[in-house]
């Protein structure tokens, strides 16, 4: 298998359904194993915003859910999404990503399936030259 192929399939959104299930997020690390806010993998700016993500998905979002019915328009849910973001993107491009989701969301948005786009592939290949 080439490095191009590799990091194809490292990057293939398809192996990762279990992103959307809270408080989890699966990272691009080549595994498709969920990881937890906690994780050593994950920079200290990620950990510290999934752990805000993980408090306002459990505690928050209930109580205004429950104020409020109608449900999300999105799915997955601006949490989930920004989650999801943060884990594949990094803490600034994922925040930056949630933050244009969440200005989506308004009462004349459609809404529907609206999915974390993939992290690019890198095009550079780590081969050293030949003696």
Not at 66 to 93: D, F, M, N, Q, W
Request: proline residues 11%; contains cysteine; positive net charge.
């Amino acid at each position: 298998m080439t490095h191009i192929e590799s990091e194809a399939e490292r990057h293939d959104t398809s192996l990762n359904d279990a992103r959307l299930t809270p408080p989890h997020v699966v990272a691009l690390t080549g595994a498709t194993k969920p990881m937890r806010a906690n994780s050593k993998q994950l920079a200290p700016a990620q950990v510290v915003l999934l752990a805000m993500l993980d408090f306002y998905r459990r505690w928050l979002s209930p109580v205004i859910h429950s104020l409020k019915p109608g449900g999300c328009r999105y799915v997955p849910t601006c949490s989930e999404y920004a989650s999801t973001a943060i884990a594949i993107h990094g803490p600034l491009r994922g925040v930056l990503l949630a933050s244009w989701r969440l200005l989506r969301c308004n009462p004349f948005a459609r809404g529907g399936l609206d999915q974390v786009p993939p992290a690019p592939i890198s095009r550079h290949l780590h081969n050293e030259p030949l003696p």
